[in-house]
């Protein structure tokens, strides 16, 4: 298109539009935003500022609307608890393992998945089904496959003499963080590796070409070329990731609801049992407000290496 | 005409945002009233029972055809979230207009002042009630429920399997070894946190059972003598292996049906449970073999919420349902339990159950699981207590030290 078409294509404020219709006028852009700022007011600005207040009161779920102002009281009783310290050293572990394994796990999926093989259709297609159950599915499966009488894990272990005492490995305070890690993994690589396989196949052909006509071994074609192409994508993953992995709560309440004796009790599950169990509102937006904080230290600390990144590119 | 232009964009966004606004307004509130009629809701877990609710739904039908300006709709809200669900609908000044709570929710809901208190709506005297579990219904004066259904803890056993029921603690496990062997279990019962409710359910039977008590009405007793003696054979009885470790109560219920269990200590509404699994299985039930003859009761209480604009009507459904006709049919409906009025049962229904006897004759005996002189903290203590047993169960710690353990933390939380 030429300098001159362009000028002679009527604009946003010229041609045929009707007169006196609201389109075009400087109120348009507020009326399209409208519904979505409603939407975002209503359901998160607004929900946002009361979980803040609640923080700060001590509220019963049983009378939500008779609140009393405690100031830092709630966050003081929470840090000063060693039960929380705990969960929250439970959740880094459990962000972490699932952040690294996963996007791991997907990456060498992705890898394997981007090489041609017969049935590399079929192959594709099953590594997503993991993905594509739904989450409370998954727990049930998972929890019927360790059962300590019945589940086809215990008979396996015990097979090859890896048993577990009792067998039962949700009720161990030492397995069951373990066995939450393994079925959340079992989920969530599938996602990555779909994600992963997309990026490795947007890598130019001609970059790794170039690298092996260089001499540069298959390790180093991958750090210098592949890596540095996908390098966003993961980045974007871990980040989704670990934010995922923050607020999962179904898989875990549904398995252990947070034991044995607080073993797999994360930030969420220790919120709920806050809210629902001992009906403390206050404290549970407390232990919500730690989880805020955590998520946005999270995203900044993403932005600032995504920064770091593109400084070091130019 | 730029004016216009703006009142027309105004018009669009105030149009949209009460759009909004109506969406959000969500559900009215209960009790209301329609043609002169109060229509009201009536939630009970057991309303959703595969065996109980379709028989309890006909009773409620029998209600509202003998009213004409009072009809009640049932309203079946699945027991593990019953509570939490109808807390927190109560909280927020909604909720069904009659509830039938356990005990628990029941002193929360009546210590936070959501249940409508009866004493100026139902004249108790008129009706013969049972006096031990009623006696739960009453805080300082003020009636807060009437009895629904008390359902007393007993032993189940596999008769196949048992000629001759135990009659002591030491001749109890004796047999749960005994028949313990390949996938056949001598004994079941809750031990995983993630049953948490459940596990406070079972222990409370060992617990009196050895004369123990959580409270004595003033302090709290968690890490008494006595309690550590019930809570070791509960835990003795878990060690021994002779329960099914780490399955959950819906599966071992099941495998009691398949008589792959020989044992189990559970309340009246099991009878129906189990001949719903499996009509054909030859069970029977005798008293719990434990040194003290005290044990659980289920509780549950029917009240009117305080947030209810239709209390007087409420009110005339319980009345109702204190008839005794209606009374008689309730117990029918709810099995082995009993209901709150004192009621014969039928030499039909006898002759069918001979053992109903067993859990009638147990009614005196028998304590609601709740922390006496603590009950609105109940749940809270009950978190306590179940978390620090299923630590020395895994062993993490040893008995004595996690009761002291839960007595003092569960000490700090009532204050």
Request: charged letters at 20%; hydrophobic letters at 45%.
């Amino acid at each position: 298109m030429t300098a001159l078409e362009q000028q002679q294509l009527p604009g946003p404020r010229s041609g045929t539009r009707r007169r006196g219709s609201p389109l075009g006028s400087k109120w348009t852009p507020y009326f399209f935003l409208a519904p979505a700022a409603l939407f975002i007011l209503v359901f998160q600005v607004v929900p946002l500022a009361q979980e803040v207040f609640l923080s700060f009161t001590r509220t019963s779920l049983l009378n939500p609307t008779h609140s009393t102002w405690v100031g830092f009281d709630n966050f003081a009783r929470i840090f000063g608890d060693e039960d929380f310290r705990r969960t929250l050293l439970i959740t880094l572990v459990y962000v972490v393992v699932c952040v690294v394994v996963a996007v791991g796990t997907g990456l060498a999926v992705a890898l394997l998945l981007n090489k041609g093989f017969r049935g590399r259709g079929l192959a594709r297609a099953l590594v997503t089904i993991p993905w594509a159950a739904p989450g409370i599915a998954v727990a049930l499966i998972a929890i019927w496959m360790l059962n300590p009488d019945y589940g086809i894990v215990n008979r396996f272990l015990d097979t090859i003499g890896l048993g577990v005492p009792g067998g039962a490995i949700l009720d161990s305070p030492r397995y069951a963080l373990p066995a939450i890690l393994v079925t959340t993994i079992w989920q969530l690589f599938p996602f990555t590796s779909v994600v992963l396989l997309s990026a490795l196949q947007a890598v130019p052909p001609h970059l790794t070409e170039a690298a092996t006509m260089d001499g540069a071994g298959r390790w180093w074609t991958f750090r210098a070329v592949t890596w540095q192409s996908i390098k966003p994508t993961v980045g974007l993953l871990a980040l989704l990731m670990t934010i995922w992995s923050l607020r999962r709560f179904e898989l875990i309440w549904l398995m252990t609801k947070g034991g044995p004796v607080g073993a797999t009790e994360t930030l969420v599950i220790d919120l709920y049992s806050q809210a629902f169990d001992s009906k403390q509102l206050g404290s549970a937006a407390a232990v919500g407000m730690v989880g805020i904080v955590i998520s946005l230290i999270v995203i900044a600390g993403s932005r600032f290496v995504a920064r770091a990144a593109e400084r070091e590119a130019r | 005409m730029r004016l216009h232009r703006i009142r027309r964009s105004m018009v669009a966004a105030v149009s949209v945002t009460g759009m909004a606004a109506a969406l959000l307004a969500g559900c009215g509130s209960d009790g209301g009233s329609e043609g002169g009629v109060t229509k009201l809701t009536f939630a009970a877990s057991t309303l959703g029972d595969p065996g109980r609710g379709p028989l309890l739904t006909k009773w409620l039908e029998e209600f509202n055809k003998s009213q004409n300006k009072v009809q009640v709709s049932p309203a079946a809200v699945p027991y593990p979230t019953f509570g939490q669900t109808i807390l927190t609908q109560m909280g927020s000044g909604k909720g069904p207009d009659l509830i039938r709570f356990d005990m628990p929710e029941f002193e929360s809901a009546s210590d936070a002042g959501l249940i409508a208190p009866l004493n100026d709506l139902i004249d108790v005297s008129k009706y013969d009630l049972l006096k031990q579990p009623d006696q739960f219904m009453v805080h300082d004066g003020q009636r807060h429920g009437i009895i629904f259904e008390a359902s007393n803890y007993a032993m189940f056993y596999n008769a196949d399997l048992i000629k001759k029921a135990p009659t002591t603690y030491d001749e109890f496990v004796e047999t749960a070894k005994s028949l313990t062997k390949g996938d056949t279990y001598g004994l079941a019962f809750r031990q995983t946190e993630a049953e948490e409710a459940g596990v406070w359910q079972d222990i409370f039977n060992y617990v009196y059972g050895f004369g123990g008590a959580w409270s004595d009405g003033k302090q709290l007793t968690i890490n008494s003598p006595e309690n550590l003696k019930g809570l070791q054979a509960y835990k003795d009885l878990y060690d021994a292996k002779v329960i099914p470790r780490g399955t959950d109560a819906a599966t071992f219920r099941r495998m009691f049906a398949e008589g792959k269990v020989g044992m189990e200590l559970n309340n009246g509404g099991y009878v129906t449970a189990t001949r719903g699994q499996n009509a054909d299985l030859n069970f029977n039930v005798a008293p719990i073999p434990f040194p003290v003859r005290k044990q659980g009761t289920i509780l549950a209480p029917i009240v009117i919420n305080e947030a209810s604009p239709a209390k007087e009507e409420a009110a005339t459904f319980i009345k109702w349902a204190l008839e005794p006709a209606n009374q008689v049919k309730l117990q029918e409906i709810l099995g082995a339990s009993s209901v709150a009025t004192v009621t014969q049962r039928s030499p039909e229904k006898l002759k069918e159950t001979p053992f109903l006897t067993v859990f009638d004759d147990l009614t005196e005996s028998s304590l609601p699981q709740i922390v006496l002189g603590f009950e609105a903290k109940t749940p809270d203590i009950r978190k306590v207590v179940v978390k620090n047993v299923i630590a020395a169960l895994q062993g993490t710690v040893d008995l004595k030290t996690a009761l002291d353990n839960a007595q003092q933390e569960a000490s700090q939380l009532v204050g």
